[in-house]
T-cell receptor, first 115, second 112 residues
């Protein structure tokens, strides 16, 4: 089956610093990648959709200047949380799919804690 | 706007029981519906995917049904085991970009 990895699996950073999370599709070319966020005891909420080679589309309420998404290749998308604050602490999960198929494959998630 | 609701929010059963988890969605115009399992602090494991033209899917002790017209899906777990303890998420593809819209999940606890 299709495998998606995320790195790091967890990260602790100080308030005001930036953190980059990588999402890789290991055995397929992901034309579309999604970034979700999950707060404790809440469900996953879509943050943004990125298509290879184009700008990401952000959901309402998600600051595009704060959450920078780059999908420069068919196997890699990155999410950079800039000037992180404690309220950004959450579980970030990416998913990927290839063109023409609706099924998404999820990464294992990244736990971000901002102190 | 598509909304997905899961009932109950939490469920505790003794080992061996059969159980049903419920999922409802407000907009019947979906491409597919997917059930996931999430263990604490972990990512998602896809359990079953039902395409909009299908009515059910089965995998081992799991059976998922889909009734688009009524906006409902159920996940049936037969002969539950302690290892089934996890949060079960229901999601539909409803966004214009093919993103998944998730319910809040049902936290299942199977007692030995």
């Amino acid at each position: 089956g299709a495998v998606v990895s995320q790195h790091p699996s967890w990260v602790i950073c100080k308030s005001g610093t930036s953190v980059k999370i990588e999402c890789r599709s290991l055995d397929f070319q992901a034309t579309t990648m999604f970034w979700y966020r999950q707060f404790p005891k809440q469900s996953l909420m879509l943050m943004a959709t990125s298509n290879e080679g184009s700008k990401a589309t952000y959901e309402q309420g998600v600051e595009k200047d704060k959450f920078l998404i780059n999908h420069a290749s068919l196997t890699l998308s990155t999410l950079t949380v800039t000037s992180a604050h404690p309220e950004d602490s959450s579980f970030y999960i990416c998913s990927a799919r290839w063109e023409g198929l609706l099924e998404q494959y999820f990464g294992p998630g990244t736990r971000l804690t901002v102190t | 706007k598509q909304e997905v609701t899961q009932i109950p929010a939490a469920l505790s059963v003794p080992e061996g029981e059969n159980l049903v988890l419920n999922c409802s969605f407000t907009d019947s115009a979906i491409y597919n519906l997917q059930w996931f399992r999430q263990d604490p602090g972990k990512g998602l494991t896809s359990l079953l995917l039902i395409q909009s033209s299908q009515r059910e899917q089965t995998s081992g002790r799991l059976n998922a049904s889909l009734d688009k017209s009524s906006g409902r899906s159920t996940l049936y777990i037969a002969a539950s085991q302690p290892g089934d303890s996890a949060t079960y998420l229901c999601a539909v593809i409803g966004g214009s970009q093919g993103n998944l819209i998730f319910g809040k999940g049902t936290k299942l606890s199977v007692k030995p």
